[in-house]
């Protein structure tokens, strides 16, 4: 081992030797070109051959001096002044165009992931937002765009159910082999709909919740009959998350208040955030394998 760092490092001062002697030899070659080249066109216009090579020397110096103002000065700061005002215009434009969203996306990463590798024990791959509402228009957008797309929700009304939801136009484009949506929701029947529930939802009693619910399961049922990469299941177990995963970015939060849409905070969570990201992928997973097809539903029970 001390063997292979020594004679590694004999090579490495080697290369940079060699190296440096090639760039100098270049440069050498360069000046004795300009010096040249200058020398000749002053000779041409009738100045004896010491003036050229004296005006020729003047010549090299202003160059050098000039290219080292440049170099060492005003380029850095124009350097700054370019960058700083290329991010404010990526970063203030309106995400309306699907290539503005992803260049501001790519440099929240190259940004998140230089301060991730100055703070090593802090995370900045999750953006909190106050609640749902704040990230629609962002969910809307990764919907569009995504291919691989897992939602979890009680019984999906907002994101598919009428004209007026978020994801239902969008799902119509989502047709073919490159494309898998997977929609877990809450059977009909759930022990978890009880009357203090309902009570901390409205007015309506829990059998009006049972019926939208059953009202939007057939819903989401029809949607699958017509798009075979479009499936749904039902999972009967207490909801704990709400979750929408397209390709890489996922979209959180918990049922911890009554109208979760309006008081909760959603995250947005990126793959690249490895374990966060893979643990909450794989509660899916194992809630869909432990799912019921909505044809074994009867009277909103497994």
Known sequence: MIYYRCHFKQEHVQEALMKNII??????????????????????????AEIAIILGLAVLLFLYTLIYVVSRKIYPKFRSWITIKLLK????????????????????RLVTHHIHRMKLNESYLVKVYPNQ????????ERYNRAKKVKILTIRGEKYFLGSKS????????KRGEDFDVKVLVLV?????????????????????IRK????????????????????????D?????????????????AYIKAKNDHYTHMLRISREDVVLFACLEKEFDDLWEHSAAPERIIDGRV
């Open 166 to 173: 978020l994801l239902r136009d969008i799902t119509s484009t």
């Open 23 to 48: 760039e100098n030899l270049i440069a050498n070659m360069l000046v004795i070109l300009i010096s040249t080249c200058v020398g000749l066109i002053l000779h041409t216009f009738g100045f004896d």
């Open 212 to 235: 939208k619910m059953n009202m939007s399961l057939n819903n989401l049922k029809h949607m699958a009959e017509q798009n075979t990469n479009f499936q749904v299941r039902s999972y």
């Open 237 to 253: 177990k207490t909801p704990i998350l709400k979750m929408l995963l397209f390709d890489d970015i996922m979209f959180v939060s």
């Open 188 to 208: 009909p029947g759930s022990s978890h709909i009880t009357e203090r529930l309902a009570r901390s939802l409205g007015p309506n009693p829990p059998e009006d």
């Open 89 to 108: 215009e990526a970063l203030i434009t309106n995400p309306i165009k699907a290539d503005i969203v992803e260049l501001q996306d790519q440099i929240v």
């Open 133 to 140: 509402e704040e990230c629609e228009s962002e969910i809307v």
